[in-house]
């Protein structure tokens, strides 16, 4: 009888145990699939991204092109992991502070400013999301960030050295253009380095023995009337200042160069493929398409304060030897040879 209780009695404890183990098994599994789901719900996290252009999609599609590549590298795709918020002033600087609120109020987690005009309107419409900018623009000059090492605030990104290369394009109209006396300098009074641009581009004037003719262009409307100016002071060449609504007329500029038979160098990116005579000037391409690195950096946790604002290292000078052509000049064999690229 006793040996009969104690079997009962082990069997009562085994089966005691397995319910215990089986209990022991489900609790597990339970948290292994809140888990799992928690890793879904994180790694299924889609972050929106604020866009503000000056232009449209239209005149800066090669720009954009090149900030959507840069995304797609570091594993971003539209509409699975990521949503951009698109917002284009299409030319028209006085739409840009409402634009600039839009995305604000769509509470975006980081906002990409294309133009010192959009940074401008995003930096005065936020002062807690974060920013990411590509201008050619000098940010620190323009008021944007402290310094280029320690930005500070919530801006950061990609800037040109605008006021600096005024005197190199100075330089290039020196060596390209004969008995090279007057150059008229086409710049937006609005623009953030209008100042600073104009003091570089006069100390190289005077360098280079060279007088300027500053001709302020506020409003697309005023091309032509610049174009008359120049003419009737018998400039002999032109240079083009980097910003974003003149990069919007930048046919129109190029036409109008061409009937002048006006020597011009420009100093945006891609203006000499379209019948511009010289551009030199950072590539806008590469900037926008490291902008990326920056949104990717800020979504990931890091603060546009403790980022470094990049700066480019590689200038590229282009020019249009069918546009010398049609104006009647030659480009010395000197400086061919330093050019990145020769449209022929």
Known sequence: MTEVRGRRSEAS???ALGALLLALSCFIAVLVALCSSGNAQQREKINRIGFLGFNDPASSKEFLEAF?????ELGYIEGQNIVVEYRWAEGKPERLPRLGAELVSLKVDVIFAAAA???KAAKNA?????????????????????SLANPGANLTGIAGLAPEL???RLELLKEVVRK???VS???NPMNPNFHSILSESEKAALALNLRLQVIELRQPIGVNGAFEKMTK???DALTVVPDSMLFAQRKAIVTLALQKRLPAVYGMSGVAEIGGLMAYSPNQREMWRRAATYVDKILKGAKPADLPVEQPTKFELVINLKTAKQIGLTIPPNVLARADKVIK
């Open 13 to 15: 404890k085994g089966t």
């Open 166 to 168: 005024s005197g190199k």
């Open 126 to 146: 936020t002062k807690t999301i974060p920013i990411v900018f590509e201008t050619l623009t000098d940010p620190v000059s323009a008021g944007f960030v402290n």
């Open 180 to 182: 090279l006396a007057l």
């Open 233 to 235: 002071e018998r400039a």
């Open 117 to 119: 005009s959009s940074v």
């Open 185 to 187: 300098v086409l710049a």
């Open 68 to 72: 959507q590549s840069g995304l797609r």
